[in-house]
C-alpha cells in the first residue's frame, strides 16, 4: 500500500534557521534538515512566520530547502504573534490557524514540528495535537553530536495515542483498575452493570466538573461514593477545598436556607451574627446534597444560581458571596414526578441530570452480597482490632437467606452492615458459628416482617385494583391471593427476570426452571397483563 503524502507544520525557527552565507551550511537548521532525511520523506512543509519581520529568512529557506528536497513543496504562512512569550495570545493563534488550515486526512499524514519556536509555542503545539485540532503526530528534531555540512541530525515521531504504547497503555489500564477498586472501596463487586457504571462515573470524575445526580434507595451507599469521588478529585489536584456533606431531610424553614446559603446579622428573628453557610464552605471543594428532592422551591431557585454563577447573596444580605464547588447531588425520590407534581423546579432538575447515575440496592445486586459480607467483616477488625470470621456452614447459611426472597433488605447496605457487626459482636472465640447465624437471620425476618405486613396490606388492594378493576370479582380468592403476591414481586423487581428469580428460586435450585421470565409473563398473561404495565401501575400507586 503506498504510503499517503507527508505534510510537516512547524514554525520558522528565527535564531536557529536564520545562518546566513556559505557558512550556513556547516550549521544545523531544523527546518531545512527537514527535507535531508533519507527515510522522512516530506511532500509539503508549512511554515509559519512573520513575513513582514523576516522575509529574507523566508526567501533564503525557500531556497536552501529547494536545494536539498526538489520534491518538497513550501508554503510560508504569515504569522504574527504580538508576544511569543503569551500563553493565551500564541494558543489562541495556532488554534485559529488549525481552524482555518484544510487538513485532508483521508489523503495525507501529518506532523507538527515542535523543535522550533518558543517554549510556550512547543506546549501549545502539544495541547492542540493532544486535543485532536491538529490531526498529527509530533515530530522532534535534534542536531548531530558534531555539526557538518550534509549531517541531518536526528528525528523522532511522538503519537500521542497512548494506546499505541504496550506499556503505557498497561499502566493506565492498571491505574484505572486502581481508581475503580478505590471508588467501590476496596470491594470486589461482580455485578456487571455495577462495574460498568463505576467505570462511567471514574472517567466523567476525571473529565467534568458538571453536577452529578446519584439516584437510588437509602442505604445504597451514595453517601460513601461521593465522598470516595472527592478524595480521588483531590488525589488528581483537582480539588483543594473540602467535602461538606449535608442532608436536606434535616433542613426546614429559615433554617435551610440559613444553613445553606448563610445569613446576616438581623436577617431573621435570632440572628444575631453573621453565618458562613455550607456552600461558602465547600468553596474550591465538593458539596453533596443528599435527599436534594427535600429542598424547598425557594432553595432550590437560589441552589440554580449558586451553581451557574458561582454566587448568591446570603439570607437579608445586598452584598453577594462567592463559592466555586463542585456538586454531587443524591435522591431517592423519582425527581421527573416531583417535577411533573411542582415540588422540584424543571430547571433544576436540566442542570443536575447531565449525569445521572442510578445505585442499585442491595436486593438488585444480589452476586454482591458475598464481597460485601467479607467488606463488613474486614471493617469490624479495622474499628474493633478484632478479626472474625465464619464457620463454613454458618456463612453458606447465612448467604443463602442472604440471597432469598425473604431478605428484603429495606435499609440496603446499612442493613447488612449491621448485621454482620450483631453477629461480630456475639460470636464467641473469634467465630460466628450455625447459632449466631439462626438468631441473627430470626432477627431480621421479625424486623422487616411487619413492614413487610404493612406495605403489602397498604399496596395491594390498591395496586390489583389498578390492573383488573371490576374484575376482580372474577378472580377465585384462591387465585387472587397468589396474584397480589406475584403483583408484589414484580411491583419492586428490576426487571421481568428479576422477579422471575424471586418468584421461582425453588424451581432454579431444582434446575427446573430454565426461563423465568417467561414462565412469569405466561402466568401474568393469564389475567391479561404485562410486566411493564405492572410496574406502571405500581409508579402511580
Known amino acids: 500500500m503506498q504510503a499517503k503524502p507527508l505534510v510537516v507544520i512547524g514554525f520558522v525557527g528565527t535564531v536557529l534557521d536564520a545562518a546566513e552565507g556559505p557558512g550556513r551550511w556547516e550549521k544545523w537548521r531544523p527546518s531545512v534538515a527537514l527535507g535531508m532525511y533519507d527515510d522522512l520523506l516530506v511532500s509539503r512543509l508549512e511554515l509559519l512566520l512573520d513575513e513582514r519581520k523576516f522575509s529574507r529568512l523566508a526567501s533564503r529557506l525557500r531556497e536552501d530547502i529547494a536545494h536539498v528536497s526538489p520534491e518538497t513543496e513550501v508554503r510560508v504562512h504569515d504569522f504574527f504573534l504580538r508576544d511569543p512569550w503569551d500563553f493565551e495570545h500564541v494558543f489562541g493563534a495556532l488554534h485559529e490557524f ?9 489523503r495525507e499524514d501529518y506532523l507538527v ?15 492542540l495535537t493532544e486535543a485532536r485540532f491538529f490531526p498529527a503526530r509530533l515530530l522532534q528534531t ?19 495515542d497512548l494506546a499505541r504504547y504496550d506499556n503505557i497503555a498497561q499502566r493506565f489500564a492498571r491505574e484505572s483498575a ?11 463487586t461482580r455485578s456487571a452493570a455495577f462495574n460498568r457504571m463505576i467505570e462511567q462515573i471514574e472517567r466523567v470524575a476525571i473529565r467534568s466538573k458538571a453536577p452529578m445526580l446519584l439516584l437510588g434507595p437509602t442505604g445504597a451507599g451514595k453517601s460513601m461514593l461521593a465522598r470516595n ?24 424553614g429559615d433554617g435551610a436556607g440559613s444553613a445553606l446559603f448563610g445569613h446576616v446579622r438581623g436577617a431573621f428573628t435570632g440572628a444575631q451574627g453573621e453565618r458562613a453557610g455550607l456552600l461558602k464552605s465547600a468553596d474550591g471543594g465538593l458539596l453533596f446534597l443528599d435527599e436534594i428532592g427535600e429542598l424547598g422551591l425557594d432553595e432550590q431557585a437560589m441552589l440554580l444560581r449558586a451553581i451557574e454563577d458561582k454566587r448568591f447573596p446570603p439570607l437579608g444580605g445586598d452584598r453577594e458571596v462567592s463559592s466555586d464547588f463542585q456538586l454531587i447531588a443524591g435522591t431517592n425520590r423519582d425527581l421527573a414526578v416531583a417535577v411533573a407534581e411542582g415540588r422540584f423546579r424543571e430547571d433544576l432538575y436540566a442542570r443536575l441530570n447531565l449525569w445521572t447515575f442510578y445505585l442499585p440496592g442491595l436486593k438488585e445486586r444480589a452476586e454482591d452480597i458475598e464481597p460485601n459480607l467479607d467488606f463488613e467483616l474486614e471493617r469490624f477488625a479495622r474499628v474493633h482490632s ?6 463454613r456452614e454458618a456463612r453458606q447459611r447465612y448467604l443463602r437467606f442472604a440471597m432469598s426472597a425473604d431478605a428484603t433488605w429495606p435499609g440496603n447496605f446499612r442493613d447488612l452492615g449491621a448485621s454482620v457487626t450483631r453477629m461480630a459482636t456475639l460470636s464467641s472465640q473469634g467465630r460466628i458459628t450455625v447459632e449466631v447465624v439462626d438468631e441473627e437471620t430470626a432477627r431480621l425476618n ?3 416482617g411487619g413492614a413487610r405486613r404493612g406495605n403489602a396490606a397498604a399496596n395491594s388492594d390498591a395496586l390489583l385494583d389498578a390492573l383488573v378493576g371490576d374484575g376482580v370479582e372474577d ?23 428479576d422477579a422471575g428469580r424471586t418468584l421461582f428460586q425453588a424451581s432454579r435450585e431444582k434446575r427446573t426452571s430454565s426461563n423465568d421470565a417467561d414462565r412469569l409473563r405466561k402466568y401474568l398473561k393469564r389475567f391479561g397483563l404485562e410486566f411493564a404495565q405492572v410496574q406502571a401501575a405500581a409508579r402511580k400507586t
Open 142 to 160: 535534534s542536531p548531530p553530536s558534531k555539526q557538518r555540512a550534509g549531517v541531518a541530525g536526528k528525528y523522532a515521531i511522538i503519537d500521542l
Open 98 to 106: 488549525a481552524r482555518s488550515y484544510p487538513f485532508d486526512t483521508e
Open 113 to 127: 514540528h515542535i523543535s522550533t519556536g518558543t517554549h510556550v509555542a512547543q506546549i501549545c503545539w502539544f495541547l
Open 178 to 188: 486502581d481508581t475503580a477498586s478505590f471508588l467501590k472501596s476496596g470491594i470486589a
Open 386 to 391: 478484632e478479626r472474625i470470621t465464619f464457620n
Open 475 to 497: 378472580i377465585d380468592r384462591f387465585d387472587r391471593v397468589q396474584l397480589v403476591e406475584v403483583l408484589c414481586v414484580c411491583a419492586s423487581a428490576r426487571s421481568a427476570s
Open 229 to 252: 469521588l472527592f478524595e480521588l478529585k483531590q488525589r488528581r489536584h483537582a480539588l483543594k477545598g473540602r467535602f461538606v456533606e449535608v442532608n436536606c431531610a434535616t433542613l426546614r
Open 446 to 448: 421479625r424486623l422487616w
